[in-house]
Structures are given as structure tokens and as C-alpha cells.
């Protein structure tokens, strides 16, 4: 159905630096406004878009925007909105992707910006007429269409009232515009254009005050979008707690960016059967003159810590694992940086003051083992900062702190957050401030802590002059706890891209403590042409440096890139994996005898920490031996054990799947899987080990741990626990066959043997390393091979190579 002209009002939009918010910022120059914000797609079969056209409607939403900056549902009126998921619109969830969008408001008479996508298309079909599609082939894509028509935008800012302000803007389908969190636009439903103007004298408000402004939109269907704005509001940084005042200075343009290698002449050559070559951009970026750094790392310690999370694990025990994770990096990398350490519960202890010596250190951070009472922040913060009084002249004094959640004392009993407590810690951070303390929070709150007001730490982030948003992580992720902690640039440069313009290939590094960055680009024969970009969260302030690098066909390997490794035939051994601890990764080899006496295992390379790969099993065709873990694949070398990865796994329209825990290939090369979404969402797909891709072939009931095909491709055998089931695949059945009921344990690994034998491979939990041959026949145990190895007990996955034949 065509619907008349749809038009996207995308924003009146500054810096946003809260950590429940969507990232966006502005800058305003002589002639132009450059806003940036993000936009979230969506597909068409969400049932919120392409659906039923209702007409303009109002009251979707209620009047005050949420704790959480976002539009709350008003129940009442969503069948009438014809909304059922609101959540998806402006929340990062498997239902959308998100990407950034930047939009530059042209300056015209009486200081008028104004945005007309009739005049500036936005679109990469042609011809461009005129239209608003930002997101043209992004994302889920097209879908089939000649645009992308099925998204949401999400923007916040701020801006000083002047009367006489106003802003004009033509929409659909849904805009919400919310001033000082009031509701002050309220177009909802699917509908055509409707235009609206907003006069601010009208608004209540006092001249020469700032007020936050949040804008919310959504594009839900079919077939027209354009765009125009006008406004004579002038954008600033925005406020991150219009209460406090607090807000975010405009960011610097980096004053540093040092590029120690690839040298200025060096030349690398591609050596015979090197695949997808690299080499290694590094150096340094800030936005000051490098100095060393002071780093006093605050510890929350509080009750609510002692919450084990999924992992089996405790919020400390995550807290105290990153914290030696941290001082490892330091050690090995040799910057200039000391380190206190002080934690705060109720009361707040220094543990260790500024220094170098990374066993005492590491002893303190041992010592973090009780939690304890309330939430004493600006408690914690004091003694942080008395680590610094004894910083070095010129040193450049920070704090890293780590925090579960929001002040609770000193006012009160410290069980639930007060006004004074939220006070006395702001004032804390203004303490810091003056002293020439920056402070670097991190934030670990579950999902039901993010629906609160997490407003403190924005504002101690802001006041002390740290750009840019705070960190979060939830129970969920904490395990990268430790990466976010390494790669908090204390030098304040956030962002280091490195583009490969001849082969039109961008990588992006993350940034450490003191600044350095290392990358590993993708180069072609001949001359790659290197831009390497960095910047604060303003890319428009980035600064760049260009590097040619030449890379010789030739068979010298004297200067090859990194990730030249051939990959070698796989030797004629079982390939294992081995599960250490919590999601550790141990790949290892096993060399069954066949006269009784105890087989051969051996550590096949390093620890792959928190990978937690799963499944594992080699292509018969090309003997490439693939594996997966935590949804993302990986090729692996059978002669170090190194990884490369794939990709992570998703559909064709990007929607991924998750955890995926075991691979199997058929005898035509090709490779299944099975993604366990839930108890009983268990999916069968087949996998593209070129692209990651993957497609769904079945659902089933079973929670299956290790799949294999048998050799003749006729039926996919499961484990699960003890009990092994199959799926015929041309009749979708699953049927329970045996139990093996030899060991106590569980098993996980599958791999049937060129002789028909299914190999099992058990969780044995700190026994000795056995592999059983089962008969799929009689169900029975044939016989069992004994491995002179108590390390290597948790058996995830095993391969066979089939060229190698049978097995001794």
C-alpha cells in the first residue's frame, strides 16, 4: 500500500555520555551543524513493522521519559499504536542491529540550520531523486526492496533556552520529542507526513538555563521517507545530570599519534600458499603529550559482590580476576606506570601504595576475598586520591574504578541509595578534580540495576574531565571484565581506525592504559596504501597518518606478514578439546594403542583464556580443522594450535546464533552445527566456513552436547548427558537410542571412526583421560583406550582425521 511521502525527523542532537543511553554528539562550526546519533534496523517481520497502518495516533508513550532515557509504553493505548515489542525500538536486543549516522545541518538566513533530504538525499540507490534512507544495503539490508525502510532513531542532547527559539520538522511514522523529560511532540502510529512546530517560549522555561532534549523515532513501514529540519536552537555538549550541573567540555583534537611499525622502509614478502596476509600496525595516541601515568586502581568490595553470577563465580572473584589480568598486561608490556591499589565496602582500606612491584601487588588483590556492608564511594575515592599524593612530578594521576553499584553512605545505614549519599560522592569526584584526578569508572549492573537511575558514575566520569560514556557490563559479559579494564585509554583517545585503501579493508584497535595500540591489518601484493585515524569520540576532530606499505611476491620469508602460517595437513591423531575451569580453551592430542598399554596425550599450543570453544571437527575434503566458541568460528592449526578467526555465526540477514557447543561435517565437505537457544530450542544449522553464514536445517528437542554424522551421511547421532539420540534427516525425526551407562560422568565429544565406531569422549571432572569406541549396533561399549593424563579430563570435542584410516 503507498502510503504519502514518509519523512524521518532524526535530531536536534548533542554529546551524550550517559551509560544507559545511546552515544551521540555535535559540533557546531561557522556554517554547518554535524550531528551524529545511531539508528537501529530492523526486519521486516517484526510485527511492529510493515504492519497495519493505524493513522496518527497519540498518548503511545507516556508524558515523562523514563529513568532510563526512554520512553515508557503506555499499555493502554499499544494495540491502537500497534506496538507489541517496544523494548526492540531503542535497546540494543537480537532483534535489530545498530549502527552510527552522522546528519550536517547547513546554516542559512537568521541563523536557521536546516536538513532537507529532497535537496540531500540519503539514500545509495540510483538515481537519488530525493529521499531519507540512511541505512541503504546496511545491516539486515534492503530485504528485497529498493530501500531499507524499517528503522528506529535514537538521540539526546542539550541546549541553552534563548527566546524566541523554535524548530520545525515534517515526520512519520512515530517522533517523540521530550524537553526537560516532558513530552513535547507526540506523533505516533503509521501515518504520513504531519508536520509540527515546536515553540520553546511556550514550554515553561527559564531563559539562559540548560534543558536536555531526547528524541525518539521510528520508520515502520513502506514506501516513502524524507526529511527536513529547521530549528534555530544552538547545540551544546550535553549535560549529564542537569542537578549537578555536570557536563562534558568539548574534546581535543589528539596531539599525539606515534606509529613505531611498520618502520618507514620495510617491505614484506608473501610467502608460498599464504593466506589472507597482515601486518602489524602499532604505536601510541593521545591527546596530550605522553607522560607517565599514576594509576590508583579502586575496588568495589561491597555486600551485593558476593553475588555469584552464571559462571559459578562470585561479582568479586570477576573483580579480582581482571585486577591480576590488569597488572599481568602491565608487567609484560613495560609502560611507565605505577599502580596503588585501595578497595571500598562500608569502609574503604588502602591496600598497596603506588608502585611497581607487581608480586606485592598481586598479593594485595589476593587479599580481596570479603564482601562486606554498604556502598561507600566518595569513602573510596578519598582514599584513592591519598594514593596520588605521592605521584611523580609531571605524572599524569588517575583512578580506575570498578563498581557493582550505586552510593548507599555514609548517609544512613548504607542499605539503600540517599540523596546525600549521591551528593557527598559528586563531591568526592569535584575533590579529584581539583587535585588533577581523572576518574575512569566501570560499571557491572544486571538488568533489573539498569532499569535504575545509574547517574553517579556518569557524572564522577564527567566532572573530573573524562570524555566520552562509561563503561557496562552485566553479569551476562563479565567475563570481559578484564579486556575493558586493559583497554580504558587513560591518555583519553578512544578510537584508532586503520584502513587499508587499496584493499578497501578497515580494522579497528582497541586502545590500552597508556595509550598504545596494535593492530593487525589485512595487505595484498603490491603497494597498500595505510591510513591510520584516531580520535576522542569526535571523528570529526580525528587526526591521520599515512603509511605506504610494499609487500613483494616472493618466496623469502624474512619479513612475512603475520598470519602467514600454511596450513598443515592434520597429523593422524585424535584433535581434542579440553574445557579448563570456566571457559578456558586447551586444545590437545590423543594417540590411542591398540596392545593395551596407556596412549600418548599432548598440550597441542597455549591457553586460549575465556573462549570457551566447544566444537571441533575436520573437513574431510581440504583436511582444514575447524572449531567454534562462543558463536564465533575459527580455523585452527593442527601443527601449533593457533586460531584464526572466521567470523561470528549468523543467518543471512544477521541475526546470530547462540551458543553453539558442537560441529560436525558430512562427507561432502559441508558443516552442521547445533545452536542450543534454550531447553527446547535446539537448531540444526549448516555452516559456511568461508563466511560464517549460516542456515537453519532443524529444530529439535534435544540439548545435545556433541553431534556426529555417521560416515554414510544417514543420520546425525546426539549426546546428552548419557543418552544418545539421532535425527533422521530425511524423515526430521529424533529418536533416543542407547544409554551408556559405563562411567558415572557425562559425555560431550562425539566423532565416528572410519570403521563405523562411534568414539565418546567423557566430562570426567578431574579423572583419568579414557576414549571409549562404541558399537551403534548392539549399543554397547567395545573398548576403551587409557591416556597416561590427569590433565586433560573434560573431553568438548574430538576429530579423527579420515585420511589417516583407522584407528590403532
Known amino acids: 500500500m503507498k502510503i504519502p511521502s514518509k519523512l524521518l525527523y532524526t535530531g536536534l542532537i548533542a554529546v551524550l555520555a550517559s551509560a544507559s543511553t545511546v552515544a551521540v554528539s555535535a559540533v557546531v562550526e561557522t556554517e554547518t551543524l554535524v550531528l551524529t546519533g545511531t539508528v537501529r534496523d530492523f526486519n521486516a517481520s517484526h510485527p511492529d513493522f510493515e504492519t497495519k497502518i493505524v493513522g496518527h495516533q497519540i498518548n503511545c508513550v507516556k508524558n515523562i ?18 506496538i507489541t515489542q517496544f523494548n526492540d525500538w531503542y535497546n540494543d536486543t537480537e532483534n535489530n542491529q545498530s549502527m552510527a549516522f552522522n546528519l550536517t545541518l547547513v546554516k542559512g538566513d537568521k541563523d536557521i540550520y536546516t536538513f532537507d533530504s529532497a535537496k540531500t538525499p540519503q539514500t545509495t540507490t540510483k538515481p537519488f531523486y530525493g529521499g531519507f534512507f540512511p541505512i541503504d544495503g546496511n545491516l539486515f539490508g534492503n530485504e528485497g526492496r529498493k530501500h531499507n525502510y524499517h528503522f528506529t532513531f535514537e538521540g539526546h542532547g542539550e541546549f541553552t533556552y534563548k527566546k524566541g527559539q523554535k524548530f520545525t520538522f515534517r515526520g512519520d511514522d512515530d517522533v517523540w520529542i521530550f524537553i526537560n523529560k516532558i513530552l513535547v511532540t507526540d506523533i505516533g502510529g503509521i501515518h504520513g507526513a504531519i508536520q509540527r512546530t515546536v515553540k520553546l517560549d511556550n514550554l515553561g522555561l527559564t531563559e539562559n538555563e540548560v534543558y536536555p532534549l531526547d528524541l525518539f523515532f521510528a520508520e515502520r513501514h513502506t514506501v516513502h521517507s524524507n526529511f527536513k529540519i529547521q530549528t534555530s536552537i544552538q547545540l551544546k555538549p550535553t549535560v549529564i545530570d542537569v542537578n549537578t550541573g555536570v557536563t562534558v567540555k568539548p574534546l581535543d583534537i ?53 553475588k555469584v553470577i552464571m559462571t559459578g563465580k562470585s561479582v568479586l572473584d570477576a573483580e579480582r580476576s581482571a585486577a591480576h589480568a590488569l597488572i ?229 620469508d624474512s619479513s612475512k606478514p603475520a598470519n602467514c602460517d600454511v596450513i598443515a595437513t592434520p597429523a593422524c591423531k585424535v584433535y581434542a578439546i579440553h574445557d579448563e575451569g570456566y571457559a578456558d580453551t586447551q586444545f590437545f592430542t590423543m594417540e590411542p594403542t591398540s596392545d593395551g598399554s596407556l596412549g600418548k596425550a599432548e598440550k597441542l599450543g597455549g591457553l586460549y583464556k575465556k573462549h570457551d570453544i566447544e566444537g571441533m571437527d575436520i573437513n574431510p575434503i581440504t583436511q582444514e580443522l575447524i572449531a567454534v566458541g562462543k558463536g564465533i568460528l575459527y580455523q585452527v592449526n593442527p601443527s601449533n594450535g593457533k586460531i584464526k578467526q572466521i567470523g561470528k555465526l549468523r543467518d543471512a ?127 554397547k561399549v567395545t573398548s576403551r583406550s587409557k591416556f597416561d593424563n590427569k590433565t586433560f579430563y573434560d573431553v568438548e570435542a574430538m576429530a579423527w582425521p579420515e585420511q589417516c584410516g583407522q584407528l590403532p
Open 653 to 779: 540477514k544477521g541475526k546470530k546464533f547462540r551458543n553453539v557447543v558442537s560441529l560436525s561435517y558430512k562427507s561432502d565437505g559441508s558443516l552442521w552445527g547445533v545452536a542450543r537457544h534454550s531447553s527446547k530450542d535446539n537448531r540444526l544449522i549448516k555452516i559456511n566456513t568461508k563466511t560464517a553464514v549460516a542456515t537453519l536445517e532443524a529444530t529439535f528437542n534435544v540439548k545435545a552436547s556433541g553431534i556426529a554424522w555417521t560416515n554414510d551421511d544417514s543420520m546425525l547421532w546426539m549426546i546428552k548427558g548419557q543418552k544418545l539420540y539421532t535425527w533422521n534427516p530425511t524423515t526430521n525425526k529424533t529418536t533416543e537410542m542407547f544409554t551408556i551407562d559405563v562411567t558415572k560422568y557425562d559425555y560431550e565429544g562425539l566423532e565416528f571412526r572410519p570403521d563405523g565406531q562411534l568414539m565418546l569422549g567423557a566430562h570426567a571432572g578431574g579423572s583419568d583421560l579414557n576414549l571409549y569406541a562404541f558399537d551403534i549396533e548392539t549399543g
Open 254 to 306: 589528539p596531539a599525539i599519534l606515534e606509529i613505531e611499525k611498520p618502520t618507514k622502509d620495510s617491505t614484506w614478502h608473501v610467502i608460498e600458499n599464504c593466506e589472507n596476509p597482515e601486518v602489524t600496525v602499532a604505536g601510541k595516541a593521545a591527546l596530550k603529550a605522553l607522560k607517565p601515568i599514576e594509576l590508583a586502581l579502586l575496588i568495589d568490595t561491597s555486600g551485593s559482590t558476593e
Open 328 to 556: 599481568d598486561m602491565l608487567e609484560k608490556s613495560g609502560s611507565d606506570i605505577q599502580v596503588s591499589l585501595t578497595h571500598f565496602a562500608r569502609e574503604s582500606t588502602v591496600l598497596y601504595p603506588l608502585t611497581k612491584d607487581w608480586k606485592a601487588l598481586r598479593q594485595a588483590i589476593d587479599g580481596l576475598t570479603v564482601p562486606l556492608g554498604g556502598t561507600n564511594m566518595s569513602l573510596g575515592i578519598e582514599n584513592a586520591l591519598t594514593t596520588l599524593t605521592s605521584a611523580r612530578d609531571g605524572a599524569r594521576k588517575t583512578i580506575l574504578m570498578i563498581t557493582d553499584g550505586v552510593p548507599t553512605l555514609p548517609i544512613e545505614g548504607g542499605l539503600t541509595q540517599q540523596r546525600g549519599d549521591r551528593k557527598a560522592t559528586l563531591a568526592m569526584a569535584k575533590t579529584a578534580k581539583k587535585a588533577g584526578v581523572k576518574i575512569y569508572p566501570i560499571v557491572i549492573a544486571s538488568e533489573v540495576d539498569r532499569d535504575r537511575k545509574l547517574t553517579t558514575m556518569p557524572a564522577v566520569r564527567a566532572i573530573t574531565g573524562v570524555p566520552n560514556t562509561v563503561p557496562t557490563l552485566s553479569f551476562d559479559n563479565l567475563d570481559q571484565l578484564a579486556d575493558v579494564m586493559q583497554h580504558t585509554s587513560l591518555t583519553d583517545v578512544t578510537d584508532v581506525s586503520v584502513t587499508n585503501e587499496t584493499t578497501h579493508q578497515t580494522v579497528v584497535a582497541k586502545v590500552s592504559l597508556g595509550g598504545e595500540f596494535s593492530v593487525d591489518v589485512p595487505v595484498g601484493v603490491g603497494e597498500n596504501k595505510i591510513v591510520v585515524k584516531v580520535h576522542a569520540g569526535n571523528i570529526e576532530k580525528a587526526v591521520s597518518r599515512n603509511i605506504t606499505i610494499p609487500v613483494l611476491a616472493s618466496a623469502n
Open 65 to 82: 521519559l523514563g529513568e532510563d532515557n526512554k520512553p515508557v509504553l503506555n499499555t493502554d493505548r499499544q494495540k491502537k499504536c500497534a
